[in-house]
């Protein structure tokens, strides 16, 4: 059993973190399901268990320090290291709108879940991570966190003008970018992957199940060349 890889997926009690924590149990990883209410992490693991799909759950709120410390000493002791973290954990507010407009406490709590939080939990994991024979860190990022996608009028995301969202997603791309050059050396390796349009709670719109949004974050986690890439299902996305 040691030689299992371990998965950390924060924000894995329903939508795409459920599906790839799912998918990862499938493949034979030893999954731990990060919730911020460890209510609804143990349901998430009684989901999956009844499929005959092996899983704990650990209390993760990305936003509290605390909550992150005690997660890492948890998974220090019960495994004494992390093969995989796919940081998942997100929020979508529909008070986020354009710049002129959008809610400043709502950028506020965006930013802070989806790049602040991303960072510090990656910032408790990386001893574990290292520890792994070949680590893997895998951020959940979307297409509206492009620079690229944002000023080009032919973008069919070009109008998605989220102020607080798509700078979330930027930003945790520079993540990406700036983790991938400083583990350089070591083995390591970080991408961006953009699931798709998935249809979940975040904002009740999309086109893909959280299934098949699952699909490409649970390959970058197991496997693949690429390394401080920004991967989506249609291929690369310019940063
Ligand atoms: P979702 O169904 O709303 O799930 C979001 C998950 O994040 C939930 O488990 C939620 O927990 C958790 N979460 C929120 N704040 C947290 C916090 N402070 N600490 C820990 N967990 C927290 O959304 P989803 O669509 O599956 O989104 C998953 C990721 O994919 C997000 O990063 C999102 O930005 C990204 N993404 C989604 C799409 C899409 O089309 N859906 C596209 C591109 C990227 P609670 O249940 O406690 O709220």
Known sequence: MEN???????????????????????????????SRDAGRGEAAVADLAEQGLAATAVQLDVTDGASIAAAAAAIEASHGRLDILLNNAGIFDFTDAAPSSASISAVRKVLETNFIGALAVTQAMLP????????????????????????????????????????SKAALNMLTIQL???????????????????????????????AQGARLPVQHALGGADNGRFVEPDGYTPW
Do not use: H, W
């Not at 924060?10 to 499938?26: H, P, V, W, Y």
């Not at 070949?134 to 998605?160: C, E, H, K, M, W």
């Open 180 to 210: 991938t050059e400083e583990l350089r050396d070591t083995s390591i390796v970080v991408n961006s992957v953009s699931p798709g349009f998935v249809k979940t709670d975040l904002t009740g719109y999309g086109v893909m199940t959280p």
């Open 4 to 34: 299992m890889r371990i998965a950390l997926v924060t924000g894995a009690n329903k939508g795409i973190g459920l599906e790839i924590a799912r998918q990862l149990a499938e493949a034979g990883v030893t999954v731990i399901i990060g």
């Open 128 to 167: 574990l991570l290292r520890k792994s024979p070949a680590g893997r860190i895998v951020n959940l990022s979307s297409s509206l966190g492009s620079l690229s996608v944002n000023s080009d009028p032919t973008s069919p995301y070009f109008a998605q003008r989220y102020i607080g969202y798509n700078t």
